[in-house]
């Protein structure tokens, strides 16, 4: 990579990454190239992004179509792409209605706005405080740093948003004893990602759910790194046969173009109201016209059956490696537990040596684009395999 661009970035762009040592220049499903032409096999896609790789030749062409048509125009008006996602994901996720947004923060923060309410409505001031679980992460902005329940985001930026209590995950009791009759919501990841690719117990999280039932508060789960087709399923909470009130996305539906969606059940569809929410970007027509070609893949039975196929081809080679010692997450959503070596060691070395991978706590982590072919996902792992020797 030049050294004049590294440079430049250092000059110009505010050091909050530790980047890597390549400057990406294009790509073609799941293989790219930085500017020397050298090959990349991408294990990342994005940080679980570009469910459709690099240049979807579909996706391509409707989002290449609509900047060409009109690429905004503001909420004051009805454009036919927004319309067109949010009938599709109600018709294939069962929800009511759906919220735009334009990240995964900011639809958490719709999220918790909804929940908030909703009890408000109908229980007055006193009842606004949200569970979420230890070891989560629900996004960058005061409010979901505050909702985050990891000790490590709640420094410098004082004060947080109040109204956030931590329980256990996979532990029920703390759940219930966290309870309180001030408490309107809770808030979790199906399979905490960020926390290390932690996939919750079935059983606590229905009886989650059921508690959610019993005292009248908002279920909140938040599938945006886990939703269109990540596990298999277009949503992780079908694996746990649940109904959430409120599912947040973004990741994923875009391909690559910011967007985040709230999807309410009629449960929770009618809390806001003209004016109560907003934003100027979401649900803009470019970013839903590549999210259409996302949803009408992703929701067919073969390519949610390819995402599981794949991610369980990907686990027994990864088990036949003499350094993995276990390997855990759905589909293609993926961590692995190493045995002695440091994940961002390893992760830095497979950069150099040809492969993208990301790590998440102490674990190498695998988020590759739904398309990955067999070839592009062999090549990768053995880059892996050989630095892991
Ligand atoms: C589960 C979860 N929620 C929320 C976010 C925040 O999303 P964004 O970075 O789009 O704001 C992330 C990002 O990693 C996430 O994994």
């Not at 969606?261 to 569809?269: G, N, P, R, Y």
């Not at 010692?325 to 497979?350: F, N, P, Q, W, Y």
Request: proline letters at 2%.
């Amino acid at each position: 990579m030049s050294f004049d661009y590294i440079e430049q970035d250092k000059k110009h762009i505010a050091g909050t990454y530790g980047r890597y040592n390549a400057l990406i220049t294009s790509g073609k499903n799941a293989t790219c190239y930085d500017d020397s032409n050298k090959e990349y096999i991408d294990f990342t896609s994005g940080i679980g992004v570009n469910s459709l790789g690099f240049a979807d030749e579909d996706w391509v062409k409707a989002v290449a179509e609509q900047a060409s048509k009109l690429q905004h125009i503001s909420n004051l008006y009805y454009t036919k792409p927004n319309i067109e996602l949010a009938a599709l994901l109600c018709e294939k996720t069962g929800c009511d209605k759906v919220f735009f947004a334009n990240s995964g923060a900011e639809a958490n923060e719709g999220a918790i706005k909804i929940a908030r309410k909703k009890s408000y409505d109908k229980y007055g001031k006193n009842r606004t405080t949200i569970i979420s679980l230890k070891n989560s992460f629900h996004g960058r902005t005061v409010t979901t740093l505050a909702a985050t329940g990891q000790d490590s985001f709640h420094d410098f930026f004082f004060p947080f948003t109040e109204g956030f209590v931590f329980a256990e995950a996979n532990n029920f009791d703390d759940v219930k004893e966290k309870c309180e009759d001030t408490v309107c919501a809770i808030m979790i990841e199906l399979i905490q990602g960020e926390g290390g690719v932690m996939p919750l117990e079935k059983e606590f999280v229905k009886q989650v759910e059921a508690l959610c039932q019993e005292k009248d508060l908002t279920l909140i789960v938040d599938e945006v790194q886990t939703g269109i087709a990540r596990t298999g399923k277009l949503l992780t909470s079908e694996w746990f046969d649940i109904s959430p009130d409120v599912t947040t996305l973004a990741k994923g539906l875009g391909n690559g173009l910011p967007i985040g969606a709230i999807l309410l059940k009629e449960t929770v569809s009618s809390v806001l109201e003209q004016g109560q929410h907003g934003t100027t970007f979401g649900g803009n027509p470019i970013a839903c016209s590549g999210a259409v070609q996302v949803l009408q893949k992703a929701c067919k039975k073969d390519f949610l059956a390819n995402v599981v196929e794949k991610g369980e081809y990907i686990k027994q080679k990864l088990l036949t490696m003499e350094e993995v010692e276990g390997v855990d997450g759905k589909g293609l959503m993926v961590g692995i537990r190493l045995k002695t070596k440091k994940s961002a060691e390893i992760a830095k070395l497979c950069v150099e040596n040809g492969l993208l991978i990301l790590t998440a706590k102490h674990k190498l982590r695998m988020l590759p684009p739904l398309t990955i072919s067999y070839d592009e996902i062999d090549k990768g792992l053995n880059i892996l395999s050989k630095i892991l020797d």
